[in-house]
């Protein structure tokens, strides 16, 4: 299995920056897909950034030109970097793996994948 653990959440008030951490207990190459996801109390959870093994990230267009997900192979962290954050990006934040090594020519892309294996999360609060 791969073991994530999140860190780097905190209070900001809007227009300010946090960098979250992910830390995996396998390694980096165990999973094709790594992701960020969020969810604000009462929402739906929603994917905010994958991350191809291969290097090739996708954005929630919420988010995009804002935050930028990054792989660090060496250490198996995944991070992700946020800029100009806003109220409307409290949430609680998770990281994910998909847990598969490989994929076919069916691949609908990480942001369309399942994500079998999930952090604890890490809050999130930007203030007005």
């Known amino acids: 299995q791969v073991l994530l653990v999140e860190s780097g959440g905190g209070s900001v008030q809007s227009g300010g920056s946090l960098t979250l951490s992910c830390a995996t207990s396998?390694?980096?190459?165990?999973?094709?897909?790594m992701g960020w996801f969020r969810q604000a109390p009462g929402k739906e959870r929603e994917g905010v950034a994958t991350?191809?093994?291969?290097?090739?990230?996708s954005y929630a267009d919420s988010v995009k030109g804002r935050f930028t997900i990054s792989q660090d192979s060496a250490t198996n962290t995944l991070y992700l970097r946020m800029n100009s954050l806003e109220p409307d990006d409290t949430a609680i934040y998770y990281c994910?793996?998909?847990?598969?090594?490989?994929?076919?020519?069916?691949?609908?892309?990480?942001?369309?994948?399942?994500?079998?294996?999930w952090g604890q999360g890490t809050q999130v609060t930007v203030s007005s």
């Open positions: 994910a793996a998909d847990g598969t090594l490989h994929y076919g020519l069916d691949f609908p892309g990480c942001l369309s994948v399942d994500f079998g294996f």
């Open positions: 396998g390694p980096a190459s165990s999973s094709y897909c």
């Open positions: 991350i191809e093994h291969t290097g090739t990230t």
